[in-house]
């Protein structure tokens, strides 16, 4: 296009006889600036903005991901039966956190572990955690329990993961 503008303005021609036009505007002359195509690139980019910066706005500032030990169960040495847990707990805020673990399903279980971490800002933490129970509690093979996660500093914060907890029969 650059060449032959130059080779134009050196024949004393008209410059344009190769450019970017479509036909509509070579047939009448006008461009268009507001397009169709223009304006739905347009709302497509303010929906992509606004829909990002909602997600990031509304994000959970602390996130719980849960996986149980790949043991069904064991008996440890008093007796008792339990299994294992891993919590992963992620801190995606610019702030310290303290979280309390607890679990919710079943009164008489009793949790080894901390009940209580401390999450610096952006930490990502793995906290092991085991579940006993007395065997003659057990009435099914599968208990449905979840544990909860809460932060006193932000009470709207209330993280729930369920899982289960497997132990033999009693009779």
């Known amino acids: 296009i650059d060449a032959c503008d130059s080779i134009m303005?050196?024949?004393?021609?008209?410059?344009?006889?190769?450019?970017?036009?479509s036909e509509n505007e070579l047939k009448k002359g006008a461009r268009h600036i507001l397009r169709p195509r223009l304006i739905a690139y347009f709302c497509i980019?303010?929906?992509?903005?606004?829909?990002?910066?909602?997600?990031?706005?509304?994000?959970?500032?602390?996130?719980?991901?849960?996986e149980k030990d790949r043991s069904l169960f064991r008996f440890n040495g008093a007796g008792r039966i339990e299994n294992?847990?891993?919590l992963k707990l992620t801190n995606k805020s610019n702030e310290?956190?303290?979280?309390?673990?607890?679990?919710?399903?079943?009164?008489?279980m009793r949790m080894t572990g901390p009940e209580r971490v401390l999450l610096q800002a952006g930490e990502h933490r793995e906290v092991p955690v085991i579940l006993e129970k007395e065997p003659y509690t057990i009435h099914s093979k599968v208990t449905e329990l979840a544990f909860v996660v809460t932060t006193p500093d932000l009470p709207e914060i209330q993280l729930h993961s369920a899982t289960t907890f497997l132990g033999p029969v009693s009779r």
């Open 45 to 66: 980019l303010i929906s992509m903005i606004t829909l990002f910066s909602w997600a990031l706005v509304s994000r959970p500032l602390v996130a719980l991901e849960l």
């Open 96 to 108: 310290s956190r303290v979280a309390h673990i607890a679990v919710e399903g079943s009164e008489d």
């Open 9 to 21: 303005d050196k024949m004393g021609y008209q410059q344009g006889l190769i450019r970017y036009a």
């Open 84 to 86: 294992g847990y891993l």
